[in-house]
Nanobody, 121 residues
Framework: QVRLVESGGGLVQPGGSLRLSCVAS????????MGWYRQIPGQQRELVATITTADTTNYSDSVKGRFIIFRDNAKNTMYLQMNSLTPEDTAVYYC???????????????WGPGTQVTVSS
């Protein structure tokens, strides 16, 4: 199985910055797409940013220009650098990957347990 664990969440003031990390472990044969999602209270889970193995990135309009997604393959870690945070960014942030656990296996979607980000003064 593939396991994902997020970290770096917490309380930050409006206008501040925070960096989230997602460490992947377990049986990973190949990864197609990795990304960050978030769930704002009372809303459905939504896309924040994605990154491919070719380092192609995609951002939702609400975070474009403020957030940056990147990864460190040597550490099996993906990051989300969040800048100019606003109270509307308050949400549970989830790490996501589409991966095959072994050769010949079907590609499945995996999720981390999430990390809470609260933007408030």
């Amino acid at each position: 199985q593939v396991r994902l664990v997020e970290s770096g969440g917490g309380l930050v003031q409006p206008g501040g910055s925070l960096r989230l990390s997602c460490v992947a472990s377990g049986s990973i044969f190949s990864v197609s797409t990795m990304g960050w999602y978030r769930q704002i209270p009372g809303q459905q889970r939504e896309l924040v940013a994605t990154i491919t193995t070719a380092d192609t990135t995609n951002y939702s309009d609400s975070v474009k220009g403020r957030f940056i997604i990147f990864r460190d393959n040597a550490k099996n870690t993906m990051y989300l650098q969040m800048n100019s945070l606003t109270p509307e960014d308050t949400a549970v942030y989830y790490c996501n990957t589409a991966a095959a656990s072994r050769v010949g296996a079907a590609v499945r979607t995996y999720w981390g347990p999430g990390t809470q980000v609260t933007v408030s003064s």
